[in-house]
């Protein structure tokens, strides 16, 4: 990314003054290092169907791909279907094989990390789905859906502080307080999507990996939660993987864009740069396929 690039060379060691005793910052390093650092990725699954069903052929559906996060930075990973965005993602959080490379979180490789042994990340890394609808259990009130995760990673918490939690956490996303014991199938898409935001962040997550968290919602209601999203980074300060085919609604939250295609980045830069001067013509593509721009 540009922005972390350009953090990076700023607070490079041969950039700065030499210090002195009296504008020695202690604890301060040279250099930022970013919140995530994937490198060189790959995660194979056996091919399909086809000439090689049935054969041991693997196909590469991330393919060496390597990118940064900032802390507080929102990187979006954009490419038409099947380009391996969700794959990506998932494999951040062991949800997908990785065959080789490294995904660095805060200064540790947790690709090669047990699930055990990942437990304590699962804290600090969380996810947010397309339809929530599917990962909201129905026969549980918003309550306990979003009691869940803080029984799982706060549990000192007494249960009338989590119920304060909880309350803190529908005004976050502004879902009315009496929604605390509602059902998911009674909640719009958007609001269910206010739920998924919501419980992601009640464990305080550093990195947010929200998977096409608008593009099943109506347009209007995109742009909420778009902007809900924009809030809550700003008040909460994680960091965001925001994958999408869409380049409009990417154009609204991220910072720095990575244009996926065929399990590769193929280009990658600030939204509105990157738009206004597209290098690969693949780019160029998806830019033509946004229908008002
Ligand atoms: N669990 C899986 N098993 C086999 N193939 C998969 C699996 N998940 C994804 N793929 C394949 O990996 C490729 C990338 O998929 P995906 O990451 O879902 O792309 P995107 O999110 O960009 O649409 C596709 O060819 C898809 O069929
Ligand atoms: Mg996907």
New binding site residues.
């Given amino acids: 990314m540009p922005a972390a690039e350009t953090a990076t060379a700023a607070n490079a060691p041969a950039t700065f003054p030499a210090p002195s005793a009296a504008n020695v910052a202690p604890a301060a390093p040279a250099v930022v290092a970013p919140l995530l650092r994937v490198e060189n990725l790959v995660v194979r699954?056996?091919a399909?169907g086809g000439l090689f069903g049935g054969s041991r052929e693997m196909?590469a559906?991330?393919d060496d791909v390597s990118f940064e996060i900032g802390r507080g930075q929102i990187v979006a990973l954009a490419?038409?279907?099947?380009?391996?965005?969700?794959?990506?993602g998932r494999a951040i959080l062991k949800l997908?094989p990785v065959a080789a490379g490294k995904i660095i979180f805060d200064g540790v490789d947790i690709a090669p990390l047990t699930p055990r042994e990942f437990f304590p990340w699962r804290k600090r890394i969380q996810m947010v789905f397309q339809d929530p609808w599917h990962s909201l259990n129905p026969r549980l009130t918003l309550e306990s859906i979003l009691a869940e995760p803080l029984e799982i990673h706060f549990p000192q918490l007494r249960a009338a502080a989590r119920r304060e939690r909880v309350a803190e956490l529908l005004r976050r996303v502004k879902l009315p307080l009496d929604m605390m014991r509602r059902h998911p199938h009674e909640l719009s898409g958007g609001q269910r999507q206010r739920v998924g935001i919501a419980r992601a962040v009640a464990v305080e997550p550093e990195l947010l990996v929200c998977?096409e968290p608008v593009s099943a919602l109506d347009v209007s209601v995109q742009a909420q939660i778009i902007a809900l999203l924009r809030e809550l980074r700003a008040e909460c300060g994680f960091a965001c993987l925001f994958?999408s085919?869409d380049l409009a609604v990417v154009e609204q939250l991220a910072d720095g864009v990575l244009i996926?295609r065929e399990?590769k980045i193929v280009e990658r830069g600030e939204p509105a740069a990157l738009y206004a001067n597209p290098q690969h013509p693949y780019t160029r593509a998806l830019l033509d396929a946004v229908p008002v721009f």
């Avoid at 279907?81 to 969700?86: A, F, I, L, Q, R």
């Fill in positions: 699954f056996p399909r196909v559906a991330v490419g038409e279907s099947g380009s391996g965005k969700t794959t990506t997908a998977d994958v085919h996926m399990g």
